[in-house]
């Protein structure tokens, strides 16, 4: 079956820029009945959707974070990541990479284990 | 953004008891577009119920979702000892999608 898995730095400083990456097994990122995205959820609350992409290169993003956020496809790498520009302790949490239907089927059906990441100097 | 509030913050209750946990919207949700989440410690969460009444795919009957415009309810009909855990609702009708801090589950 379809499996997500997220890998990316565990520990970074104040103001970097770090990228994390889901690799897509068992299924293609290209695919035409779903869109992948990203979630976020600091320890102790709840979940926070961060953004979504379509292969095709369309994406969609939370207008709080939208500023500080890009996500890409790497089809040939059958991949997508997040990119999460000048991070501040707020931004510590867990990044779960999740997929979901065609609009407005928006529901998270699939979600990978989850990364802790821990902003801090 | 529609700010989803979720009541009892804690529900403790023994197995094989009904548990019955609300979500309200900041807002009337179009279509029902409402889901909700199982989450279990240092898990991802796991989609239980969407369009506010349908189950994903495995999930057990005893977990049932109600409701409309506003207002929306998880049942759960009788406990099982792998069901406490922390329950989210999200929805989904207009962006930005957000979820409610959850309900947790856990034993009397």
């Known amino acids: 079956q379809v499996q997500l898995q997220e890998s990316g730095p565990r520990l970074v400083k104040p103001s970097e820029t770090p990228s994390l990456t889901c690799t897509v097994s068992g299924g293609s990122v290209r695919s035409s009945d779903y869109f992948w995205g990203w979630i976020r959820q600091p320890p102790g609350k709840g979940p926070q959707w961060i953004g979504s992409?379509?292969?095709?290169?369309?994406?969609y993003y939370n207008p709080s974070l939208k500023s500080r956020v890009t996500i890409s496809v790497d089809t040939s790498k059958n991949q997508f990541s997040l990119r999460l520009n000048s991070v501040t302790a707020a931004d510590t949490a867990v990044y779960y990479c999740v997929r979901h239907g065609a609009f407005p089927h928006w529901y998270f059906d699939l979600w990978g284990r989850g990364t802790l990441v821990t902003v801090s100097s | 953004e529609i700010v989803l509030t979720q009541s009892p913050g804690t529900l403790s209750l023994s197995p094989g008891e009904r548990a019955t946990l609300s979500c309200r919207a900041s807002q009337s949700l179009g279509n029902s577009y409402l889901a909700w989440y199982q989450q279990k410690p240092g898990q991802a969460p796991r989609l239980l119920i969407y369009?506010?009444?349908n189950r994903a795919t495995g999930v057990p009957d005893r977990f049932s979702g109600s409701g409309s415009g506003a207002d929306f309810t998880l049942t759960i009909s009788r406990l099982e000892p792998e069901d406490f855990a922390v329950y989210h609702c999200?929805?989904?009708?207009?962006?930005?999608?957000?979820f409610g801090p959850g309900t947790k589950v856990d034993i009397k």
């Open positions: 999200q929805h989904y009708g207009t962006s930005p999608f957000t």
């Open positions: 369009g506010a009444s």
């Open positions: 992409m379509f292969h095709s290169g369309s994406t």
